[in-house]
């Protein structure tokens, strides 16, 4: 009798610890399903041509709120193609709601329009089941006539956030109108100011950087 209540004993409390041990997990996966995600901004950018012309960070990328994408730089010239160019922000959380962004590509006065493919005003898309991103545009200035003006702007009902560019020469800063020595640091776009990146490189020296983060 004594060794079938040990043994009952021993099965009770083997259960206790199996039943603890299924608690706690289940407990930290609805602490992380609770923990806000962050807004993120994405830029899309690649070279149809001659690689060189198109640096910085390729590809896709992404940054939460806060955080600053990776530079990518224009040097488009001579040698053939350009570069493609798209931008989208992820919102899962329905933070931004009430935002607005946009992205507007038009050629210079004057300009050869062939430098800059797709003109027009494009939806920045702000997303919250997926990331994904607006039209892309293309950049191919070169000895042309002209350049391409990239203008941000931002309407929001909620006056919380606001969209920072950061636009630099790191070359003949003629190349890139309105821009400071790179990096240059971040000018606001909200309500009040659109922020706009004129891109005119060619042969000269040097190309022009840029950056974006949500604030």
């Not at 089941?129 to 191919?140: A, K, M």
């Not at 606001?162 to 636009?167: G, K, M, N, Q």
């Not at 020296?205 to 983060?213: D, E, K, S, Y």
Request: charged content about 20%; glycine content about 14%; proline content about 8%.
């Amino acid at each position: 009798m004594k060794g079938i209540t040990q043994k009952a004993l021993a099965l009770a409390a083997i259960a206790t610890t199996a039943v603890a041990v299924g608690v706690v997990p289940a407990s930290h996966a609805q602490a992380r399903a609770r923990q806000p995600i962050s807004p993120e901004i994405g830029v899309q950018f690649n070279p149809d041509g001659v690689p060189g012309q198109c640096g910085g960070r390729t590809g896709e990328q992404w940054k939460p709120e806060g955080i600053a994408t990776d530079p990518i730089r224009f040097d488009t010239d001579s040698r053939p193609g350009g570069c493609l160019l798209a931008f989208g922000i992820y919102d899962p959380g329905n933070d931004l709601a009430g935002e607005h962004i946009t992205y507007t590509f038009r050629a210079t006065p004057g300009a050869d329009h062939g430098q800059c493919g797709n003109e027009g005003v494009h939806e920045m898309p702000i997303q919250r089941q997926s990331r994904g991103f607006g039209p892309v545009i293309r950049i191919d200035t070169d000895n042309r006539p002209g350049g391409c003006d990239l203008t941000f702007d931002l309407t929001s009902s909620a006056h919380t956030t606001s969209l920072y560019v950061d636009y630099g020469s790191d070359g003949d800063r003629a190349q890139c109108g309105n821009a400071l020595p790179f990096p240059g640091g971040f000018s606001p776009v909200d309500n009040a100011r659109s922020v706009t990146a004129r891109i005119d490189t060619d042969d000269r020296p040097g190309g022009c950087g840029l950056q974006l983060r949500l604030g």
